[in-house]
């Protein structure tokens, strides 16, 4: 028997997610629901491009060598995706036990920068886009990924984990956290690399309305 | 408790007195007077151009404001002042009124921070109690909550305001600033010509939005012969999706059950609109800021005064200074139930 405690069905922000049965396995359907605020081209052009990406480089994650689910069908024209059910915590969840927060954040980084070894930008990397589950840790839910070598769009991915670390726990433990996703995500991509992202990830802070220069 | 609330953080000058009574709380806002600096057409606003604009109508704005209150100085309990952010030379002129006042009638004075303003003055018009805030203007583009520390951002635009997209387009055209309207009005008149909506950046990082693209392809576009019409319906298609995209994530991950959106860009139909959609496909209660007080005036400064003043942030004449730059998530909010 599964265990599933982190699953439930929802009507996130931008598409429907349900357990399913897929030929006898448990599997997520994701539906991108038609926004009725959306101007319709604009609607039908998004949603269907974002099913394709997302399918296209949920592949490329696996060649990176970063665990992700896998894809079992997708169809852009009526925006949906099945794939891989992963049991286990969401790592927001299992954050709140304390246990090995430090060693997370580290793998965390190291999957982070397998990406953007490939020029794989996730796009939304917050703690309730990880799963725990057994000795996995598996990144999911790459509805906003694109793919692009430009240091920019790496630092603003770093940059959203960031800013996701510090609008869930008090400034203090967030910045420990983040430096802990930079020093496992330096292991694997050289500090060369390390350093001039931490730069541009300034730059992109001070760009920030109304950001002090501190 | 009466105050006298002044904004001058940009284009406007503004003195409003408002009241603040307890058990039962209510606000209301006895008068709000304003004198608003208009840029030459096709210009921004420029700051010493404003600021003298703030030096010739700020005595004759206060005073408007306690005439048509039927109060003097005498019965006025402190004067708030927005310190910030802001164009420095404009802030000065508010804050040199402010203390002029205060150390002349021997009163208290507040410094206020103009974005909690715009969210206090919501929050008691329209009776939201733990709102998300989707603050839109000229100066601001911020999905922000409460929390125990203060305010959190979980969204904000990563370059331009959605309100500089418009000023900026506008100006393209030869408008002059606040250009939200004219686009509006313009978008409105399509009528059956083609859009470009499918030609424009639709630019979203997690709950961030950036403008910066969406505003050269405009730009772009009507240079290559696509009518003024046509590109102002596409840009506030594209870029208020984006904002409500962006606000719907927010609203799912921090499960708020109100919506309050405020700023000069709240007046725009097609973006309250849209909001509305969304809100209520999410059962989510909506407030709008009404289309006075929208834009910067002296009740929103009156407003988050009465905030800071309870909590006992008041400050002597000569701490009274001003903070050009002055994040929300930076503003030390009194203790709370949030606490």
Redesign the interface.
């Known amino acids: 028997m599964l265990e599933i405690n982190h699953f439930s069905p929802v009507e996130g922000a931008e598409a429907r997610i349900e357990l399913i049965d897929w030929y006898d396995r448990p599997a997520i359907r994701k539906l991108r629901l038609s926004k009725k605020y959306r101007n319709q081209i604009l609607d039908e052009t998004l949603r269907s491009r974002r099913t394709k990406e997302e399918a296209e480089i949920l592949h490329s994650s696996k060649l990176a060598q970063v665990d992700c689910p896998e894809i079992f069908f997708a169809d852009p024209k009526t925006s949906e995706l099945v794939m891989e059910f992963i049991p286990g915590s969401l790592l927001k969840d299992y954050l709140a036990s304390g246990l090995q927060r430090a060693k997370l954040f580290k793998s965390l980084g190291k999957m982070v920068a397998r990406l953007h070894k490939k020029g794989i930008i996730h796009g939304d990397l917050t703690t309730k886009n990880v799963i725990l589950s057994q000795e996995r840790m598996v990144l999911i839910d790459f509805g906003l990924s694109f793919v692009s070598d430009r240091l920019e769009d790496k630092a603003e991915d770093l940059h959203l984990l960031k800013q996701a670390l510090k609008s869930s726990s008090p400034a203090n433990i967030a910045s420990r956290d983040f430096e802990n996703v930079m020093s496992g995500y330096q292991k694997e991509i050289g500090e060369a690399f390390t350093k001039s992202l931490r730069k541009q990830i300034s730059k992109i802070e001070l760009r920030g309305r109304y950001a002090k220069v501190d | 408790m009466i105050c006298l609330g002044i904004e001058s953080t940009a284009h406007t000058f503004g003195a409003s007195v408002s009241e603040l009574t307890s058990e039962p709380v209510s606000f209301r806002i006895i008068s709000d007077c304003k004198d608003v600096y208009k840029a030459p057409q096709g210009a921004g606003i420029h700051p010493r151009e404003a600021s003298r604009h703030h030096e010739e109508t700020c005595s004759g704005v206060v005073e408007n404001a306690l005439a048509s209150a039927k109060t003097g100085m005498n019965e006025i309990d402190f004067i708030a002042y927005s310190a910030?952010?802001g164009l420095g030379p404009c802030l000065r002129v508010g804050a040199v009124v402010a203390r002029s006042l205060a150390s002349y009638f021997c009163k208290q004075i507040v410094p206020v921070n103009h974005a909690i303003g715009h969210i206090e003055l919501g929050k008691l018009l329209l009776g939201l109690d733990d709102p998300l805030v989707l603050l839109i203007s000229g100066?601001?583009?911020?999905i922000t909550a409460r929390s125990a520390?203060g305010w959190?951002?979980?969204g904000?635009?990563?370059?331009l305001?959605v309100g500089q997209l418009l000023d900026q387009l506008g100006r393209h055209f030869g408008m002059s600033s606040p250009a939200g309207p004219k686009i509006e009005a313009l978008a409105s008149q399509l009528n059956g010509q083609a859009?470009v909506?499918?030609m424009l950046p639709?630019t979203?990082?997690?709950n961030?939005v950036s403008y910066s693209g969406l505003l050269s392809s405009s730009k772009d576009a009507f240079s290559k012969g696509i009518s003024q019409e046509s590109v102002c319906f596409s840009v506030q298609?594209?870029a208020f999706?984006l904002l409500?995209?962006a606000t719907?994530?927010a609203?799912?991950?921090t499960d708020k059950a109100e919506l309050l959106v405020t700023g000069g860009v709240a007046a725009n139909q097609r973006l309250s609109?849209?909001?509305k959609?969304?809100c209520g496909?999410r059962g989510v209660k909506l407030g709008v800021i009404p289309r006075q007080y929208s834009g910067d005036c002296g009740s929103q400064i009156a407003a988050a005064g009465f905030l800071f003043y309870n909590d006992g942030q008041s400050v002597p004449v000569n701490k009274a200074f001003t903070r050009?730059?002055?994040?929300i998530d930076?503003v030390n909010l009194p203790r709370s139930k949030f606490g």
């Open positions: 910030g952010p100066g601001h583009t911020v520390e959190r951002i979980f904000e635009t990563l370059d305001t859009d909506v499918g639709y979203i990082k997690g961030d298609e594209v999706a409500t995209e719907e994530r609203l799912a991950f609109g849209m909001l959609d969304m496909s050009q730059s002055w994040r930076r």
